[in-house]
């Protein structure tokens, strides 16, 4: 059964919290077709070009039908022409993926559960620092001697955000931020427990 770090008020190690067994079965397929659908809805969708009956001119016949010994010239708009029509250019298109919320929750169970395999999910009562100060912020981050670190709590304090800001290993969000995409992401996560315990909860 997998562990999740417990720590107390000083963020030092003060035991173990156990994950639902069942977190060990989920296949790491959920996970794949999550973020696969996260990162497709993020595209841009901006790229598209204008074929031969959307950019403008073309009215007159450029040459005449015969007699230049040439191919027949018959609009200014083809994309032979500099200027013309693009063929097969991009468009507009819809690149969303579904993943229904069953598929949601094994894909966020499971980036839990590889979490706690890691030694990397760590939990904590609250996650504040009241002296709004970033080197306070850093000092709670070297503790946990991680790359980086994803926090997440029930509700951002202003004083917490403004002292974690300006850390550029390390991103605060709240509950309903959640997904399995930002989990994965970051090398480690301190989540209070509160949250924590609503997650295992939902799953």
């Given amino acids: 059964m ?21 977190y060990e079965e989920i296949n790491s397929h959920n996970l794949y077709l999550y973020v696969k659908s996260h990162l497709s809805s993020l595209r841009a969708n901006t790229a598209r070009v204008k074929n031969r009956t959307e950019v403008s001119g073309g009215g007159k016949k450029p040459k005449a039908q015969k007699g230049s010994g040439g191919a027949r010239w018959g609009s200014r708009r083809s994309p032979l022409f500099v200027g013309g029509g693009q063929i097969f250019g991009p468009t507009k298109r819809n690149y969303n993926q579904k993943v229904n919320k069953k598929q949601k929750a094994l894909a966020l169970s499971y980036a839990l559960n590889a979490h706690a395999n890691q030694e990397s999910l760590f939990v904590v009562d609250s996650v504040k620092v009241e002296s709004g100060k970033t080197k306070d912020a850093v000092a709670v981050l070297n503790k946990l001697n991680k790359r980086d670190t ?20 390390c991103y605060v969000i709240e509950k309903q931020e959640v997904n399995a995409y930002l989990i994965s992401a970051y090398h480690s996560v301190l989540i209070e427990k509160s949250v924590f315990d609503a997650l295992t909860k939902e799953a």
């Fill in 150 to 169: 994803l926090i997440v709590v029930d509700t951002i304090e202003e004083k917490t955000y403004l002292s974690f800001r300006n850390i550029k290993n």
């Fill in 2 to 22: 997998s562990k999740a770090i417990v720590l107390n008020e000083k963020f030092e190690n003060n035991g173990e919290l156990d994950l639902p067994a069942s």
